[in-house]
């Protein structure tokens, strides 16, 4: 019996062997994709912008009014989802001191512990990283 099992699973092997190899065999058709532009060549090369800087650690940026949220000081490319707030590795209550970072806000919060309340849980909805750009990212042609 274990003959007869082990003669049907080769010859099924060999038999899926032996397409693969007809597949393969085949060349592949070329795909006609063309760009929403036209088929212009694209020949002008851009250098890449200069890296942005953020402020040095421990200098807070000043409002620019009474109600704005504090501008974030570095990078927020932190994740921030349904189950998980990584700003909070740094900003929370207990982990604040010693990371050198500014706590959340009492206004934040909904308990002693720190924990945050629903309306304040997705930072980046009122906070955003203040950075010196060295170009501008988006043209302007506001005049007075």
């Known amino acids: 019996m274990k003959k007869l099992v082990t003669l049907a699973a080769l010859l099924l092997l060999s038999a899926c062997s032996g397409q693969q190899t007809q597949a393969t065999n085949q060349a592949a058709a070329p795909v006609n994709v063309q760009s929403l532009a036209g088929n212009h060549v694209v ?3 851009i250098p890449a912008a200069e890296m942005a800087t953020y402020p040095k650690k421990g200098s807070a940026i000043s ?8 501008l974030i000081p570095h990078k ?9 707030n990584s ?6 209550w207990d982990k604040a001191e010693r990371m ?5 806000a009492k206004s ?4 002693a512990q720190g924990t945050l309340n629903g309306q304040n849980y ?3 909805q009122c906070h955003v990283p203040q950075a010196d750009n060295k170009t501008a990212l988006v043209g302007n042609s506001y005049k007075m």
Do not use: E
């Not at 009014?65 to 504090?70: M, R, S, T």
């Not at 700003?87 to 929370?92: Q, Y």
């Not at 050198?100 to 959340?104: D, G, I, Q």
């Open 76 to 84: 927020a490319d932190y994740s921030i989802n349904r189950d998980r």
């Open 87 to 92: 700003c909070m590795s740094c900003h929370s």
């Open 43 to 45: 020949t002008d090369t």
């Open 63 to 70: 409002r620019n009014f009474a109600a704005q949220p504090p």
């Open 122 to 124: 997705f930072c980046t």
């Open 100 to 104: 050198k970072a500014t706590p959340v």
């Open 108 to 111: 934040h919060v909904i308990d």
